[in-house]
């Protein structure tokens, strides 16, 4: 009976010891999923269409998906997201060609990262890559790089920053 009790007691030390762990990593969990609600999900959706079109060397569809990042944002009550990314959002829809597409999905890009970043959100789904090529960072879901700002002429130019 000796033996049992300080076992006993030591389980219990063990197990009281890691709930204070146990509860933060429940609050890093509901603080991820509360940063990934609508409308920031439909803004990332839209997000990784416009990179993956990007990454092929075309515009098709940049423009519907950059207007409805900035229609969701301007949408929100909550204000999840900074009215500076429906700014950003508009310019990109505005891009005429492949050039000035990229150059407005730079600070669209660096907007959602800090986003993402600043929210503890989106970690092991949403990473970020950085090109040195291009001086950028964007977002990607994929595990291989496929880079927006360089297109199929160096697609896989880039890191993976996370």
Known sequence: MKLFKPATCLLVA???GTLPFASFAAD?????????????KSVLDHYL????VLAKDSIKGVDENASAIAKAVRGDDTKMLSPDVATQAE??????????ARVAFKPLSNSLIK???DH???IGAYHE???????ASWLQTEKNIKNPYMGNAMSSCGEFKN
């Open 115 to 117: 986003y993402l970043a």
């Open 91 to 100: 310019t990109l829809a505005k891009a005429i060609d492949l050039e000035t």
């Open 120 to 122: 503890k959100a989106g």
């Open 28 to 40: 890093e969990k509901m603080m991820d999923n509360s940063a990934l609600m609508q409308p920031v």
């Open 49 to 52: 269409m416009i990179q993956a």
């Open 14 to 16: 063990a197990v009281l």
């Open 129 to 135: 890559a950085f090109c040195p090529m291009a001086g």
